[in-house]
């Protein structure tokens, strides 16, 4: 990583799992770095150390830096890192220290925006905040930076919605709805969020209603554009932004596929909480999910966190060695190593089978293989017997022993919901019928081949996985230690 010697970068999104570990990789891969300025969500400094030094540098993933620097990685990081206090989603990032916005509008040579809100459901002001008009402040930023040579905006393959067959490494042209009956505004769609907004608050709305009332707005708005959840839609409006006005600006997009722990640095099997297809992992280790509707042999499209990192890095390399004005990367493995639903099916008993989860009062989970049903509508009928068997069963324990069924019933029917909701975000991609072009990646692949580098530190290639290896033996036990088994640390401040 000689080419980030003396470099000054600016990482937005730090503290988020990718952001972690892209974090950790500069510190520990290349010291030498000029400045990192990292954004932190804050409105002071002093907040920003704090989260700074809990978020980030208390977690495990620092682990290897720690016990190489020991008692200096506190010089290193005052040396080397700059934490700005804003907020993505604000103008200029709701920068406020003009002495500092001037140094980093003529220091600044590298943007990672690596910022995302990921929740499929989540409110729609603040994943348009964050996903949308956050790409839009991170360009309008990078527009100033009169020494920048690279915009790296970290996207998601799924932008694509639920088009099936190969999708391209190409950009989406804006205003343009995956429906070919609908237009697509972006203005339109921040007048709506603020209009709605404004309209609950009036009414005096609670923050619970107001919150339920903004997460149904963003899949209503998605899915009348054809994009399955507010998660993808809003993504897919950010990149909008950024390959429209990006105007002479040098921009890397990188789109991921479905990201899972470390497979190699720091270390194997490193994860930040529950991700996408852990979800299902975690619901299925628990005893919860017994049944789930999916096609076997769709392609499950992971690609683990490290691997993403490795693109990003070697994308900028691309870039100094053949600038171009936008190049777009798919990360994944559908095409080069795809693994499929029946083969996680099988990872998953094999392990937890063995090694069961345990639960509070210190008992061994039992599983047993999950029950496909090939389409939702199966699924659904499914549900809604086993839900009228286990309400006939309440009702005959109630007779007998005379206690209350409110409790009960509700207990069931969250569960029931769960399931439902869950299965139902999730039913895109359990039907999943495409993959990934990554043309862009292979050609990256050989062109940074004689590069001298340590085939663990910039690993690249998904077809170097074996998947049952990884999952057995990396991320299932990975996603136990670090999920599980996770406790708070007490992280002491650098004087």
Same mark, same amino acid.
């Given at each position: 990583?000689e080419?980030l010697e003396?470099?000054?970068v600016f990482i937005?999104?730090?503290?988020?799992?990718?952001?972690?570990?892209?974090?950790?990789?500069?510190?520990r891969v290349q010291p030498?770095?000029?400045?990192l300025?990292?954004?932190v969500?804050?409105t002071?400094?002093i907040?920003? !150390?704090q989260?700074?030094?809990?978020e980030?540098?208390?977690?495990?993933?620092?682990?290897?830096?720690?016990?190489k620097?020991?008692?200096?990685?506190? $010089?290193?990081?005052?040396?080397?890192?700059r934490?700005?206090?804003?907020?993505?989603?604000l103008?200029?990032?709701?920068?406020k220290?003009?002495n500092?916005?001037?140094?980093?509008?003529?220091?600044?040579? @590298?943007?990672?925006n690596?910022?995302?809100? $990921?929740?499929?459901y989540e409110r729609?002001d603040?994943?348009?905040g964050?996903?949308?008009?956050?790409?839009k402040h991170?360009?309008g930023?990078?527009?100033q930076?009169?020494?920048?040579?690279?915009?790296v905006?970290?996207?998601t393959?799924?932008?694509s919605?639920?088009k099936?067959?190969?999708i391209?490494?190409?950009p989406y042209e804006?205003?343009?709805s995956l429906y070919?009956?609908t237009?697509?505004?972006?203005?339109t769609?921040? @007048?709506?969020v603020?209009?709605t907004?404004?309209?609950l608050?009036?009414n005096?709305?609670?923050?619970?209603?107001t919150?339920?009332?903004?997460k149904?707005?963003g899949?209503k708005?998605a899915?009348m554009?054809?994009w399955p959840?507010?998660y993808v839609?809003?993504?897919a409006?950010?990149?909008?932004?950024v390959?429209d006005?990006?105007?002479?600006?040098p921009?890397v997009i990188i789109?991921?596929t479905v990201i899972?722990s470390t497979?190699k640095e720091?270390?194997p099997?490193w994860?930040?909480?529950?991700?996408?297809?852990?979800?299902? @992992?975690?619901?299925? !280790?628990?005893?919860?999910?017994?049944s789930i509707?999916?096609?076997?042999?769709?392609?499950l499209?992971?690609?683990p966190a490290?691997?993403?990192?490795?693109t990003?890095?070697?994308?900028i390399?691309?870039?100094?060695l053949?600038p171009? =004005?936008?190049?777009i990367?798919h990360v994944?493995?559908s095409?080069?190593?795809?693994?499929?639903?029946?083969d996680?099916k099988n990872?998953l008993f094999?392990?937890?089978?063995?090694?069961?989860?345990?639960d509070?009062?210190?008992?061994?989970?039992?599983?047993k293989?999950?029950?496909?049903f090939?389409n939702?509508?199966?699924f659904?009928?499914?549900? =809604?017997i086993?839900y009228?068997?286990?309400?006939k069963v309440?009702e005959f324990?109630?007779?007998? =022993?005379?206690?209350?069924?409110?409790d009960?019933?509700?207990?069931?029917?969250?569960?029931f919901?769960?399931?439902?909701?869950?299965?139902?975000?999730y039913?895109?991609?359990?039907?999943?019928?495409?993959?990934?072009d990554?043309t862009?990646l292979?050609k990256?692949?050989?062109?940074t081949?004689d590069?001298?580098?340590d085939?663990?530190t910039l690993?690249?290639?998904?077809?170097?996985?074996?998947?049952e290896?990884?999952f057995?033996?990396i991320?299932?036990?990975?996603?136990?230690k670090h999920?599980?088994?996770?406790?708070?640390?007490?992280?002491?401040?650098?004087q």
């Open positions: 990583m080419f003396n470099k000054s937005i999104g730090a503290l988020g799992f990718l952001g972690k570990i892209m974090v950790e990789k500069i510190l030498n770095v000029k400045k300025y990292i954004l969500r804050t002071d400094e907040t920003a !150390a989260r700074f030094y809990y980030v540098v208390g977690k495990d993933l620092f682990t290897r830096l720690k016990d620097w020991r008692g200096d990685l506190n $010089t290193l990081i005052s040396e080397k890192v934490l700005v206090a804003g907020d993505i989603s103008p200029n990032m709701g920068l220290d003009s500092l916005l001037e140094e980093m509008k003529n220091q600044v040579e @590298i943007i990672v690596l910022a995302a809100t $990921t929740k499929f729609y603040v994943a348009f964050t996903n949308t008009l956050g790409a991170v360009l930023f990078a527009k930076c009169s020494n920048l040579q690279v915009l905006h970290v996207s393959a799924y932008v919605g639920e099936k067959g190969l391209l490494e190409t804006m205003g343009k070919q009956t237009s697509l505004n972006i203005e769609e921040r @007048i709506v603020e209009e907004l404004n309209e608050r009036n005096g709305g609670t923050e619970e209603r919150t339920l009332a903004m149904q707005l899949l708005r899915m554009h054809g959840n507010t839609f809003t993504k409006m950010g990149e909008m932004v390959s006005q990006k105007d002479h600006l921009l789109r991921p899972t497979c720091p270390f099997g994860i930040e909480g529950v991700r996408t297809i852990d979800s299902l @992992i975690v619901g299925y !280790a628990k005893g919860k999910l017994t509707p999916c096609d076997n042999n769709s392609i499209d992971v690609i490290d691997m993403v990192v490795n990003i890095v070697m994308a390399v691309a870039h100094k053949q171009s =004005s936008q190049r990367y994944g493995s095409l080069r190593n795809s693994m499929r639903y029946i996680l990872f094999q392990y937890f089978i063995e090694k069961p989860w345990i509070e009062d210190g008992n061994a989970i039992k599983v293989k999950i029950i496909v090939n939702m509508a199966s659904r009928r499914h549900m =809604s086993r009228l068997i286990f309400l309440l324990a109630n007779k007998a =022993s005379c206690h209350s069924l409110e009960l019933y509700a207990d069931l029917k969250r569960k919901d769960w399931m439902v909701r869950l299965t139902e975000l039913r895109p991609y359990l039907f999943f019928d495409a993959r990934f990554d862009n292979e990256l692949r050989i062109a081949q590069i001298d580098r085939a663990n690993f690249l290639d998904p077809r170097d996985i074996n998947w290896d990884y057995v033996n991320h299932i036990p990975g996603l136990v999920v599980q088994n996770k406790f708070q640390k007490q992280i002491v401040l650098p």
